[in-house]
Structures are given as structure tokens and as C-alpha cells.
């Protein structure tokens, strides 16, 4: 019966964990999308151009496609969201 009660307890406590962790990852998840989503909005104003020619000249491209650079923006922000977040908490 003992060894019974313990096993519950282990599968109850690696059960809380589990949540426990899950929770953590969303509120973490749901912090570094809201950062990203500020950032981002950095990016939205007419001086992008300046950072698509500096682009152009770095990869030796003519053209640079506006889901390229998109992407790029994109991961640049989320992260810089995601170090501060190490870096906070």
C-alpha cells in the first residue's frame, strides 16, 4: 500500500511539474510576442529604406524582396525580445 501512495505521489508531482513548466513557457511565449510586437512597430516609419540598402550592399544584392526583408525584421525582433527576456527574468 505504501509503495502504491508513493508511485501516485510521483506520477501526481511529475504531473504539477509538467503544468507548472507549461504555464511558465506560455507566460514566457506570451512576453517575448508582445516585445516582438513593439519592436516591430519600430520598423514601420519611411526610414526602412535606408535599412534595405545597407541589405542590398551586405548580401551583394540589386534587390531585396519584401518578404525577405520582412523576415528579416521579424527575427531580428523576436530575438532581441527573447534576450531581454533571459536577461530580465
Known amino acids: 500500500m505504501m509503495l502504491h501512495r508513493a508511485v501516485e505521489n510521483g506520477y501526481e508531482n511529475a504531473y504539477c511539474n509538467m503544468m507548472n513548466n507549461d504555464e511558465a513557457q506560455f507566460d514566457k511565449d506570451k512576453w ?31 534587390s531585396i524582396d519584401a518578404d525577405l526583408y520582412n523576415q528579416f525584421i521579424t527575427d531580428i525582433c523576436y530575438s532581441q525580445a527573447n534576450l531581454e527576456y533571459n536577461q530580465n527574468f
Open 32 to 62: 517575448i510576442e508582445a516585445r516582438a510586437e513593439e519592436l516591430l512597430k519600430n520598423f514601420s516609419n519611411d526610414n526602412d529604406w535606408q535599412i534595405v540598402e545597407l541589405l542590398k550592399i551586405k548580401l551583394e544584392s540589386k
